[in-house]
């Protein structure tokens, strides 16, 4: 079948500002956006800019904004698309070419909150103990790709930067909520400042965008609460 794909382009470099160049590929209804995305790259147009590696669902680079919502261009099937297929770069980060955007400011948030585990102890038998009930606790944030849709999909991001975002708190939850981490209070603090967690107003689009079906507004409940009633 022919899709016609209308991509968003800008070349800070050569264009004043964006434009919509549209193409007409050949695809099969079960392929993905990233397939259509590599025709236009290998065989119409070598210029295009887009981010991408595993082609799976796991690396997180592919985050884009499909027919007006944030996803992965790899887990998008054709055939489950409206057409033509709109396709921009995700929101709230410098454009640096076509749809890929400049994520530093995303990983230095996410940097912040120290997504590692801290515990100075030697542990008695060799490795940390932790039951499985302890582990359910952060199951869900152990999940993130890092990926941005959800931080890039928020309205309060969009309007200041410096807000951490959603990414940054789910990341902080993997490690606020893990029975052998020993850094709690220090990663609540910096939850708990002007562009922590308090940002958040529940606006729900981070959920939607979360390719992995993260319960975002969830984490990000148990933060606060986390900082009001039990930790802090
Ligand atoms: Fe992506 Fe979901 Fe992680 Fe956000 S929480 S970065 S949407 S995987
Ligand atoms: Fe933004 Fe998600 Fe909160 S969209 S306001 S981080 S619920
Ligand atoms: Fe890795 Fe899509 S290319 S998540």
Excluded at 157 to 177: D, K, L, S
């Amino acid at each position: 079948m022919k899709v016609k794909l209308r991509i968003k382009r800008f070349d800070p470099a050569a264009d004043k500002r964006p434009r919509f160049q549209e193409y007409e590929v050949e695809a099969e209804p079960t392929d993905r956006v990233l397939d259509a995305l590599h025709y236009i790259k290998w065989y119409l147009d070598g210029t295009l800019g887009f981010r991408r590696s595993c082609g799976h669902g796991t690396c997180g680079s592919d985050a884009m904004i499909i027919n007006g919502r944030n996803r992965l261009a790899c887990k998008c099937l054709i055939k489950d698309l409206k057409h033509p297929i709109t396709v921009e770069p995700i929101q709230g980060l410098k454009v640096e070419k076509d749809l890929i955007v400049d994520m530093d400011p995303f990983f230095e948030a996410y940097r912040d909150v120290k997504p590692f585990l801290i515990n100075d102890d030697v542990p008695a038998r060799g490795e940390r103990i932790q039951s499985q009930e302890e582990r359910a606790v952060f199951d869900d944030t152990t999940k993130c790709i890092l990926c941005a849709a959800c931080t890039t999909s928020c309205p309060i991001f969009w309007a200041n930067g410096q807000y951490i975002g959603p990414a940054a708190i789910v990341n902080a939850h993997r490690f606020i909520f893990d029975s052998r981490d020993q850094a709690v209070e220090e990663r609540l603090q910096i939850l708990n400042r002007k562009m922590g967690v308090w940002r958040c107003r529940t606006i729900f689009n981070c959920m939607e965008a979360c390719p992995r079906d993260i319960k975002i507004t969830k984490a990000i409940e148990d933060v606060k609460r986390a900082i009001l009633y039990e930790k802090l």
